[in-house]
DNA sequence: TAGTGGCATAAGGAAACCTTATAGCTATGT
DNA sequence: ACATAGCTATAAGGTTTCCTTATGCCACTA
């Protein structure tokens, strides 16, 4: 989903920003050295863009109509990203020693390591981290070839040339639009229902997937599948959007359920849990920043409390 | 303070955001409908602009480097920012029924409003909103303007030109760091205790910290202050990398929790509650879509059900 | 009434960008 | 090893965008 055109260009927000600040094109146009009647296109060319009357120029200086106004709030959100990018960049580029390469499978890597990250970084903002994300091979892959310090995956794969240990737990959980109408049931949906419902759910082989077919299988039931998707997201807009019921990861749906996307049905009979596990080369010692990553991670399960103390 | 030059074109973020999903800038362009030569210089010039190589390019398809990675991510507020700005404008553009202004103070349009417009937009996608956001005094401005339709507050201001209504509660909770000795400990924190350790608060004259000062002062007390930051995100930082103890909405905290960046600690002896007021203008009647947007409330806030059902 | 600061328009040249055509490279399968 | 399929880079040519300088008009102010 691409963005609608025409897209704004930044700096042209930037330029009416300052045009709101100092109340003149010129004076803008002066800060941002460039020469006035630059500027005073470049704002023509974004009211153009916008299609909305941004400035009133009857009055000898700029003025910013009520429009104006909205634009250049919204554009500071995009400033400040922008801002953030940039600082960002500028420290990639100058980078690092205490430099720490995770890979993660996608659903570790979209729900829980950003927390974890972010924790270690606000111990130490000299700490730089890539993140790679892929499926559960591939981070095996890039363990093996030491292309990572440390990896994350889910479910109970541990080849033997690497290192393994339970991390955290997690559950699949179905989900629905809220208004289908299991969205308004009280009773659990029972394991056998389930098996026989068509289910959006991620492709064959990948780790979501074979949770939810062993937990079948294990009591007889095979999965009838409506949609197969590569993604989490994936799934999640296909459900809201009125697909059937969804299974996927509980870390995966918490802030849909809070903003009314999505509702959790309850299941009974099928026990849909899942380790996410840390896995390490055997052959290297993990580094001292890793260490500390694996501090950070085993504080934040075991001093995590609920919001309600 | 202009953005530093060169400022990379956000349609380019587009792009790469759609490389990193697709897994090639073939299918990228094809999306984005532009020509492969075009997408592959567009996204060489953004690896000169920002000085970084995104993409690894000697395997056969376009792979993210550990750079492009953090990249994509950092854009994803860029974009997100955009495409608030783009709909906005549209909104502003359509002067039809189908369009609806909101106005609303910073907690409430960051962690409610979305929920609430996506569930509207969910029901009828026609729908345009375009969303406003600033502290309480502005909106009462933005309304009382009439450039409007409806806003919503914290706290119980309540201008008498204007209607006004409670819809939901909130309240607000003292945070810190895991780290922080307080995260261990059971005994709630009592008023006095609280009254006399510096505290990462907003600045005088916000909602919050008028609700805070209330509070203390009807038991005798003063409030300590230690930083005050102009926002709720900055103060969640400040407190995550160890300023000390900070109270916030616990709206805006939910998921910090939950990723074990803060901690919420009990107290006792002070009251802590302020409602979240919609505010209209009692000269025009609420347009029919706002209305609606008013039954979603109602809904969502009576029907919400927890995530463990 | 003159002056000052501010914005718009015009013209010319430079730079950026896109498209089509083409060639080279990598992985996959026979 | 060979061939095919899919992907990316480079080249050439044309269009569009954007900037700068020069100049005129307009609105406030003294």
């Known amino acids: ?58 009055h000898g200086r700029a003025q910013l109509t009520s429009a104006g106004v909205a634009v250049v ?20 580029r100058s980078d690092g020693k205490t430099h720490l390469r995770v890979v993660a499978s996608m659903t570790v890597a979209e729900y829980l390591v950003p927390g974890w990250l972010n924790r270690l970084r606000a111990s130490d903002p000299a700490i730089i981290v890539s993140l790679q994300m892929g499926n559960t091979q591939h981070v095996i892959e890039v363990m093996l070839r030491g292309d990572a310090e440390i990896g994350f995956v889910e479910g109970r794969h541990a080849p033997s040339e690497l290192g393994s240990r339970t991390v955290q737990s997690d559950n699949l959980v179905v989900v629905v639009a809220p208004s289908h109408r299991w969205a308004r049931r009280r009773k659990p949906v029972s394991a056998l229902e389930l098996s026989t419902t068509p289910l959006v759910v991620r492709e064959a082989g990948s780790g979501t ?20 998707l590569g993604s989490t997201t994936a ?6 959007s009125g697909a ?66």
Chains 1, 2 share one sequence.
């Open 1 to 58: 989903m691409p963005l609608i055109e025409p897209v704004p260009d930044v700096r042209s927000l930037d330029l009416l920003h300052s045009v709101a600040e100092l109340g003149s094109i010129r004076q803008a146009a002066l800060r941002h050295t460039m020469s006035q009647p630059a500027a005073s296109m470049r704002l023509r060319s974004l009211e153009r863009a916008l299609d909305l009357q941004l400035l009133d120029r009857s």
């Open 73 to 92: 709030q919204w554009s500071e959100e995009v400033l400040e990203g922008m801002r953030s990018l940039l600082l960002g960049a500028q420290a990639v």
């Open 209 to 228: 997937r074979e949770v939810l077919e062993g937990a079948m299988s294990s009591r007889g039931l095979t999965l009838t599948t409506s949609v197969e």
């Open 235 to 240: 799934i999640k807009a296909a459900v809201a």
């Open 244 to 309: 059937g019921p969804g299974v996927v990861s509980r870390l995966a749906i918490e802030t849909d359920v809070q903003d009314g996307r999505l509702v959790v049905v309850a299941t009974e009979g099928l026990l849909l849990e899942r380790s996410i596990r840390m896995v390490w080369s055997k052959k290297r010692p993990l580094s001292s920043t890793a260490k500390r990553l694996v501090r950070q991670i085993d504080d934040s399960s075991s001093s995590r409390r609920p919001v309600q103390p």
